[in-house]
């Protein structure tokens, strides 16, 4: 294996930088239960985590806009996976059952 065969182009004169185009991410097969689980992390925080919502990536980060607005707290969308601070387990279940999906609460 030579060195070119490990390298990758960063900077091609006359072209610019050279963007690798990574495939778009596609959103897991799941069985229409949404569910909100309860992760802990360290120093005594927490975050509840929503998996198995069937929208695709613009519209899961328009209905985690309005979770977080609706729980007062900061979150993230990854990977179809919604993540608010805090546990907001039964406000998150009360919103989403309004919205029409069925919701479970995941984990002890």
Request: one cysteine or more; glycine letters at 14%; proline letters at 3%.
């Amino acid at each position: 294996m030579s060195i070119e065969d490990r390298s990758t182009l960063v900077f091609a004169s006359g072209v610019g930088r050279v963007k690798e185009e990574k495939p778009k991410a596609e959103r897991p097969a799941g069985d229409g239960v949404v569910r909100i689980q309860l992760r802990r992390l360290g120093g005594g925080k927490m975050e509840s985590v929503i998996t198995g919502i069937p929208l695709d990536e613009a519209d899961l980060k328009e209905l985690a806009r309005t979770l977080k607005q609706k729980c007062g707290v900061g979150g993230s969308v990854k990977d179809f996976t919604v993540t608010i601070q805090g546990d907001k387990r039964n406000v998150l279940k009360a919103e989403l059952e309004k919205k029409g999906y069925t919701v479970k609460l995941a984990g002890g």
